[in-house]
């Protein structure tokens, strides 16, 4: 079955500070990779997802990810982060449960606190 | 257009007591699902409706869970008899495609005391 493991529970950054999460995903065939954000009273939402093509995935509000099969990771970066970046962030894969079937499978989340 | 809609957003019971859940997904998309949150811990997977049919219930906790989705319109998902671990956030997403991007409701918060 597939599992996803995100590096960091918790990660306080500096306004205008670079970030980087980490996000190792288990080999399952082909895979679908995705990064949700839940803003605090809001639901989850889409942030960048990788199926094919270029290993370095540009998503919204400055994020980008980048696909390192011989890592199994796919970690998510922003250069600069800002204030309104606070809120949890899930990474995802689309693979094989136990039962056999696909469905998506998250990581424990990580919660980034943006100090200004 | 309308996102995917989750009632109630909280609900507070007693143990031993029955909740129903309710799913209203995009319209349009066959793909249904229902994941749960325990504090503290990751979302995990409940189960997958294709239109009115289950295709995959493996993550349902036990028998005391029960979802229907009739007429491949909105979803309901019941407790029955609650406990306590039954506590958490419900999330419901649908898709128009099977593993494609998944949209999510707001999230049921559901204490059982």
């Known amino acids: 079955a597939q599992s996803v493991s995100q590096h960091n529970h918790h990660v306080i950054l500096s306004e205008a500070a670079s970030l980087e999460l980490g996000c190792n995903y288990s080999y399952g065939g082909t895979v679908n990779l995705f990064w949700y954000v839940q803003y605090p009273g809001q639901h989850l939402q889409l942030l960048l997802k990788?199926?094919?093509?270029?290993?370095l995935v540009k998503g919204i509000k400055g994020f980008e990810a980048e696909f390192i099969k011989s890592k199994f990771s796919f970690n998510l970066r922003k250069p600069s982060v800002q204030w309104s970046d606070t809120a949890e962030y899930f990474c995802a894969s689309f693979g094989k449960t136990d039962s056999g079937y696909s469905t998506l499978t998250f990581g424990k989340g990580t919660m980034l606190l943006v100090s200004p | 257009e309308a996102g995917v809609t989750q009632f109630p957003s909280h609900s507070v019971i007693e143990k031993g007591q029955t909740v129903t859940l309710r799913c209203d997904p995009i319209s349009g998309h066959d793909n249904l699902y229902w994941y749960r949150r325990v504090m503290g811990k990751e979302i995990k997977f409940l189960l997958h409706f294709v239109k009115e049919s289950k295709q995959d219930e493996s993550g349902m906790p036990n028998n005391r869970f029960l979802a229907e989705r009739t007429g491949g319109t909105y979803s309901t998902l019941k407790v029955q008899p609650a406990e306590l671990e039954d506590s958490g956030v419900y999330f419901c997403a649908s898709s128009q495609d099977r593993g494609g991007e998944l949209f999510f409701g707001e999230g049921s918060r559901l204490t059982v005391l």
């Open positions: 990788y199926f094919s093509g270029d290993p």
